[in-house]
């Protein structure tokens, strides 16, 4: 159910600007890059003016993590000794981490209309569903990854600047803000965990595994119309 939730949203939101795109003004593709706790790109797809200056937005972003294990960790199964921490073991060449975020996000937008001559805003807000991914790797000692699912919430706003024909330059500033929700783990030997929000061990998880909580995203790009 959770594999099929972003298919089904992008589905949706695909769908719905589509509709509004064909008896309004035309649907907008972008693909911008920047940076969301990490560096990060985005592809969305907007239908402006679905009900007068409302609108509807889909997008699907991947960011490479800035940071995914928690340096100061000292519970992992290649750390050994009280004052052994991730961080340590980085440092000496005794481990290496990696990460990712695949964000499907689904926006109302609102058109603030021409700010000046060729410049344009888009407020939005919406509905986010993040998966988020982190490897412990300790060579010869075994792997460990970190995977968790969860919903979260969003707003920005996006400001383009019209450059030839339907094609634009687009800045997007914004903030995302995402649950806690049940942590996975997999040792890559069939040993395999759920950890729950309300289980006793959770912090203890929460604390090693470095994934979003509220995000500042800064990303620029290309835009065109149809």
């Given amino acids: 159910m959770k594999k099929l939730l972003p298919i089904t949203l ?5 769908t719905t600007a589509t509709a509004g795109a064909q008896s309004l003004n035309g649907i907008e593709l972008g693909l911008t890059g ?3 706790s990490g560096l990060s790109g985005e592809f969305f797809v907007h239908a402006p003016n679905v009900a007068g200056p409302v609108g509807v937005k889909a997008g699907v972003a991947y960011t490479r993590a800035a940071d995914a294990i928690n340096d100061s960790s000292p519970e992992l199964p290649g750390i050994s000794g009280p004052n052994d921490t991730f961080g340590k073991a980085k440092a000496e060449g005794r481990a290496s981490e990696s990460g990712s975020h695949t964000v499907v996000s689904l926006d109302g937008t609102y058109g603030l209309g021409e700010l000046t001559p060729g410049v344009d805003a888009t407020l939005y807000g919406g509905g986010r569903y993040g998966m988020f991914r982190s490897v412990a790797d300790f060579g010869s000692l075994g792997s460990t990854t970190y ?3 969860a919903f979260g919430i969003g707003a920005g706003v996006m400001v ?4 030839t024909g339907g094609l634009s330059l687009v800045g997007d500033l914004g903030v995302d803000h995402y649950f806690k929700s049940t942590i996975r783990t ?6 395999t965990d759920s950890i729950a929000t309300n289980d ?3 912090s203890t998880f929460d604390n090693t595994f470095v994934r979003p909580g509220t995000v500042f995203k800064a990303r620029v790009g ?3 119309s149809y």
């Avoid at 383009?160 to 450059?163: C, G």
């Avoid at 997999?186 to 040993?191: A, E, L, Q, S, V």
């Fill in 160 to 163: 383009s600047y019209a450059l």
């Fill in 186 to 191: 997999d040792d890559g030997n069939g040993n």
């Fill in 200 to 202: 006793g061990s959770y």
């Fill in 147 to 149: 995977s968790s699912n």
């Fill in 10 to 14: 992008l589905t949706v939101a695909a």
């Fill in 34 to 36: 920047g940076y969301a």
């Fill in 222 to 224: 290309l835009k065109t």
